[in-house]
């Protein structure tokens, strides 16, 4: 069944460590995202990519990295772990040109810092 | 940049009450109007969207939403709410001119009693 992944679901960390948050989807589309989300507010777009070797910053600003090397794959990493880094982080892709297309999402990654 | 808002968080409603959920935007050009739903433990999901046409759309179980262009709002409405509607829904907007860009509202925390 096409769908979208995230792993871990959810995560607990110390200060100061490296985490990369996965992604896959298995709808075969070509642009993917990422999103930060605190309790009761909005999404905010941290990252974007339109196609393989491509990535860009969002609207938020991130500590964040992303890599684009296959189409199916776009992973989130934090080098160093911060409290602030505290947050959801849901991944989500489209197919198309023109934002009329759904971004489809996954299920989230719900992180905690210590 | 454009912005979102969702004027009410959190809305408690009793079974057969309709529903009227609020959303605006700020931005003066051509847009994609969306609403996307989270019901408790699932993944963000699409449950209408507006990019052209009639401003009266229908979407999954019921729900519809207006375009008012010269209020700059998309206003989600269901005659008559289920306890399964109990959910979090977002208005979401996109920019003809910001490609594939979301720009997300708060959110609103609909909760249906039986």
């Known amino acids: 069944e096409a769908d979208i992944y995230q792993t871990p679901r959810y995560l607990v960390i110390g200060t100061g460590k490296k985490i990369t948050l996965e992604c896959s989807q298995t709808m075969g589309h070509d642009k993917m995202y990422w999103y930060q989300q605190d309790p009761g507010m909005e999404l905010h777009l941290i990252h974007y990519?339109?196609?393989?070797?491509?990535?860009e910053k969002g609207d938020l600003s991130s500590e964040s990295t992303v890599s684009r090397i296959r189409t199916e794959h776009f992973p989130l990493t934090l080098e160093s772990a911060r409290p602030s880094h505290t947050s959801q982080y849901l991944c989500a892709s489209s197919q198309g040109q023109g934002g009329y297309n759904e971004q489809f999402f996954g299920p989230g990654t719900r992180l905690t810092v210590l | 940049a454009q912005s979102v808002s969702q004027h009410n968080h959190h809305v408690i409603l009793s079974e057969a009450a309709s529903l009227e959920l609020g959303c605006n935007y700020s931005y003066g050009g051509t847009v994609n109007l969306f609403w996307y739903v989270q019901y408790p433990g699932q993944h963000l999901q699409l449950l209408l969207k507006y990019f052209s046409g009639d401003p009266l759309v229908k979407g999954i179980k019921g729900f519809e939403a207006e375009f008012i262009k010269s209020k700059f709002s998309f206003n989600l409405r269901k005659p008559s709410v289920q306890w399964s509607d109990t959910a979090e829904y977002f208005c979401?907007?996109?920019?003809?001119?910001?490609?594939?860009?979301?720009?997300f509202g708060g959110g609103t925390r609909l909760m249906v009693k039986p």
């Open positions: 990519s339109y196609g393989v070797n491509s990535t």
């Open positions: 979401a907007v996109n920019a003809r001119n910001a490609g594939n860009m979301l720009t």
